[in-house]
């Protein structure tokens, strides 16, 4: 273990509604990451969960006829299922309902009020209740939440507020001495011209409602969800909470991973949050694109074209969903959710690169060899090409990693995949087999293949961990542990190398599931 450590986040993620797609595609980038530098040997916190309180969840449970309590209990273990499902390898899942979580914010709250950073004042402006968010006049669009485009209401009530305005500049002084701060560029520009236009001091308390934080104060009032839910990154850390060696350990944040249309809590209400507390700002935050229907409009319920995960997950096999996600568009950027895009991929790439490169390296192995390649080899010059690229693919995709360009990653392997593909057609395998003076140089060509699929299982084990350790079954590497700096080596493998038999790595697949697919 190496003494460094990485600490990633995604957004606790609202359970007013069934876990979707949108939820899947965060966690899997993060979850990425976290296999990824577990590999390269540091030590990682990841963190995941679920933000509990606010209006919208007391109006749902109200309609339902049950606490609100029981209603988030139900919703967060959907969640947590549907994290087991992707295999995810989060190390916490913090609720906002947590005990120890609403005493931290409390004290907190408490905290900042008596430093002079929240004060008590009235609140007249526009709020959107499914985001949970206030808005002045200039900041909606057609008269309606920048956010969501969904109608606002005229609110007035009794409110705490956080002196936002007071760190304009310190903020813009932060990004200018931490460039990349916030990724991909166009959110920073966003978040630059939203500085610029005038920071209003923010609410963070709602006395119109009860399902909250109380304000530790002033009991009339609960603590604003946004509020509540930011703080979560370092609560569940052990910050405030009576053991904060977590906290001192893997703080700040190296990643916090969001959707772009919460980028301004992350990047401008979060760090003043921070500075007011006299704590380190995060290294990153990174906002995600959305997935769009096929006819370019955001995925959401009311328009019926949103796409159940599970059923995806259970008809295509959760390597598949987490390879179209990564794999389709850049990270940032939007990307459209089709099943005839899914099937490309997967026929394309995954049944026909992968699956078939595997399947017949394996059949050659099984056919010619049954009992192990041959001891004598004859290697050629012309082998080193795909030798040395194969060795120094995984620094390229490290690079990529490293700046979450999670598709570029899955390029630079599948480069490799399509040299061994091109390699085998050049050096004809099946030809060399019928005569046995070749022998010697068909066992080198097999040898060179499977030296590379041990080093793509090794690359895919973040992206696909099922089938990575499938690969690696069949070649009887199961009991060996996955080190990353393995796949910069060459030679790993025994010379008399054998194989196991197994099945297709990914079927072809021809029909489309219409419950998954619902409108697309």
Not at 60 to 89: G, H, R
Request: glycine share 4%.
């Amino acid at each position: 273990m190496r003494n460094e450590t990485f600490y990633v986040t995604t957004p606790i993620y609202y359970p007013s509604g069934d876990p979707h797609i949108g939820h899947s595609y965060c966690t899997v980038a993060a979850d990425v990451v976290a296999r990824y530098k577990r590999l390269r040997g540091f030590d990682v916190m990841f963190l995941t969960g679920t933000d509990e309180h606010g209006q919208k969840i007391e109006t749902l449970a109200k309609e339902k006829n049950i606490d609100p309590k029981t209603f988030v209990d139900e919703m967060s273990l959907k969640f947590k299922k549907l994290w087991q499902t992707f295999c995810i390898t989060n190390d916490r899942f913090i609720r906002t309902t947590n005990k120890f979580h609403k005493k931290a914010v409390q004290k907190i709250f408490l905290k900042l009020y008596e430093k002079g950073d929240i004060y008590k004042g009235k609140y007249k402006g526009w709020y959107c209740v499914p985001c949970e968010s206030f808005f002045i006049e200039s900041q909606l669009v057609n008269k309606k939440c920048p956010d969501c485009l969904r109608s606002v209401n005229w609110a007035q009530e009794e409110a705490y507020f956080f002196k936002l305005s007071s760190y304009s500049k310190k903020l813009i002084s932060f990004y200018n001495e931490n460039p990349n701060f916030i990724c991909p560029q166009s959110r920073k520009n966003e978040m630059m011209s939203f500085i610029k236009d005038g920071l209003q001091d923010v609410c963070v308390s709602r006395s119109s409602f009860s399902w909250g934080v109380k304000v530790p104060f002033d009991d009339k009032h609960v603590i604003y969800v946004w509020f509540d839910a930011l703080v979560n990154y370092i609560t569940a850390l052990g910050y405030e909470s009576g053991n904060n060696s977590d906290f001192k350990k893997f703080w700040p944040a190296d990643v916090h991973f969001v959707g772009k249309e919460i980028v301004r809590f992350h990047a401008i209400i979060w760090p003043a949050i921070l500075m007011a507390l006299n704590l380190s700002i995060p290294k990153v935050v990174y906002g995600h694109g959305w997935w769009l229907s096929d006819n370019s409009s955001k995925m959401s319920k009311s328009k019926g074209n949103v796409v159940d995960p599970v059923l995806l997950c259970n008809d295509y096999g959760v390597d598949a969903v987490r390879y179209f996600l990564l794999k389709e568009v850049p990270f940032g950027s939007d990307g459209v959710f089709s099943f005839k895009l899914f099937l490309k991929r997967f026929n394309s790439d995954l049944a026909n690169d992968l699956g078939n490169l595997f399947h017949r390296c394996s059949a050659m192995v099984e056919k010619y060899f049954p009992n192990g390649l041959l001891d004598e080899q004859e290697p050629l010059k012309h082998d080193d090409s795909l030798k040395n690229f194969a060795k120094s693919t995984s620094t390229l995709v490290e690079k990529n990693l490293d700046s979450f360009q999670f598709s570029f990653a899955l390029s630079n392997i599948w480069e490799l995949i399509s040299s061994c593909n091109r390699y085998i057609e050049d050096e004809k395998p099946w030809d060399l087999a019928k005569d046995q003076k070749k022998h010697p140089r068909l066992a080198s060509v097999l040898y060179n293949l499977f030296e590379c699929l041990r080093i793509i299982s090794i690359m895919l084990s973040a992206f696909m961990p099922k089938s990575a350790m499938t690969i690696r079954k069949q070649m009887l590497l199961d009991d060996k542990p996955i080190i990353w700096e393995d796949s910069k080596n060459w030679g790993l493998l025994f010379k008399k190398f054998s194989i196991a038999k197994g099945n297709a790595l990914f079927p072809r697949i021809e029909h489309k599931n219409k419950q998954v697919f619902s409108n697309l």
